[in-house]
């Protein structure tokens, strides 16, 4: 129960310190798990719904980047930027097959 305990305080603790990168966490966990339910299951709204998640965590890290940037700033524009063009590939892939 203490292990539950622990990690159920440094969520609260992690989400007051930091409400947007905790959202963009929590945007990006939400996306894996849909993307993952889209390779089991292969039905379009998975897809959609996982890809658009990872549009709207990778826009709103390269904002949060420019207004306020972090001390590993380049690592985390590069991969948000990665993970964009990725997703946009993916919908343009989405497209075609449609």
Same mark, same amino acid.
């Given at each position: &129960?203490?292990? $539950?305990?622990? $990690?159920?305080?440094?969520?609260?603790?992690?989400?007051?310190?930091? !409400? !947007?990168?905790?959202?963009?966490? #929590? &945007?990006?966990? #939400?996306?894996?798990? &849909?993307?993952?339910?889209?390779?089991?299951?292969?039905?379009?709204?998975?897809?959609?719904?996982?890809?658009?998640?990872?549009?709207?965590?990778?826009?709103?890290? #390269?904002?949060?980047?420019?207004?306020? !940037?972090? !001390?590993?700033?380049?690592?985390?524009?590069?991969?948000?930027?990665?993970?964009?063009?990725?997703?946009?590939?993916?919908?343009?892939? #989405?497209?075609?097959?449609?």
């Amino acid at each position: &129960m203490r292990f $539950w305990y622990f $990690w159920f305080n440094s969520l609260i603790l992690s989400s007051q310190y930091n !409400p !947007p990168r905790f959202v963009e966490l #929590l &945007m990006l966990f #939400l996306a894996i798990a &849909m993307l993952a339910i889209a390779s089991i299951i292969p039905e379009t709204p998975y897809l959609i719904l996982g890809l658009s998640l990872v549009v709207g965590a990778s826009i709103s890290i #390269l904002v949060r980047e420019a207004i306020a !940037p972090s !001390p590993q700033t380049r690592i985390t524009q590069v991969t948000a930027l990665l993970l964009l063009i990725i997703s946009l590939f993916g919908f343009a892939d #989405l497209v075609q097959t449609l």
